[in-house]
């Protein structure tokens, strides 16, 4: 079974501070999804990255794909109070037939104004 | 990406009824999941669910109890069956995109209340 671990579980921040989120793993996913969910909304997907080492940018965020396709961190810089919401980390196998999402328990952020 | 849609939104229930939640899509996909989301938690996977194929259902679920139709490539209905309080969830449905990345799409949710 693979499992993702999400850290931190909770943030709760000032408006202009920076923050990380970690996702780690002892399995490759073949990728990794970033998702926000806001209440009574579904999840929507951020970014998806594929290949080890991989660095993408939206804007204020910044997603990286660990080496050995283990771990993902989610940087965002200033962080402002329209980012609040869970944040959820999903790692994808490469099964065929057998293909499913892990997904980490999340991290639900509040940015105070 | 994919346009999903479910119906109902939200709906209360009494224990011991069934409610059954519709997940539409605006394109053929082949492979639909659903999952359990239960207050301040992450995401269960109930089932996949193949068109033209029986649903898999993952560890701790059954059919008997969340019985799952697929008669096309763009519907899903997901059944919870004989309710009680402790199915109270946001159940969800998605969707893989094929391209870069095996990526899911999810719906908006449906919120179940069972009292």
């Known amino acids: 079974t693979q499992l993702l671990e999400q850290s931190p579980q909770f943030l709760s921040i000032q408006e202009g501070e920076n923050l990380t989120v970690y996702c780690n793993s002892s399995?490759?996913?073949?990728?990794l999804q970033w998702y926000r969910q806001e209440p009574g909304e579904g999840p929507v997907l951020l970014v998806t990255?594929?290949?080890?080492?991989e660095v993408k940018k939206l804007k204020r965020l910044t997603f990286q794909f660990g080496d050995a396709r283990k771990d993902s961190s989610l940087h965002i810089t200033a962080a402002q109070p329209g980012d609040t919401g869970l944040y959820l980390c999903a790692g994808a196998n490469s099964g065929g037939s057998n293909y499913k999402l892990t997904f980490g328990k999340g991290t639900l952020l509040t940015v105070n104004p | 990406s994919a346009v999903i849609s479910q119906k109902p939104s939200r709906d209360i229930c009494q224990r011991g009824t069934s409610l059954t939640i519709q997940c539409q899509v605006d394109s053929q996909v082949t492979m639909m999941f659903w999952y359990r989301q239960q207050p301040g938690q992450s995401l269960t996977l109930i089932a996949t669910a193949n068109q033209g194929s029986e649903a898999t259902y993952e560890s701790g679920f059954v059919i008997d109890k969340f019985p799952i139709s697929r008669p096309n490539l763009t519907f899903s209905t997901l059944t919870v069956s004989n309710m009680s309080p402790e199915d109270s969830s946001i159940y969800l449905c998605s969707v893989e995109i094929g391209g870069v990345g095996d990526t899911q799409y999810f719906g908006p949710g449906t919120r179940l209340t069972v009292l």
């Open positions: 399995s490759v996913f073949s990728s």
């Open positions: 990255v594929v290949t080890g080492g």
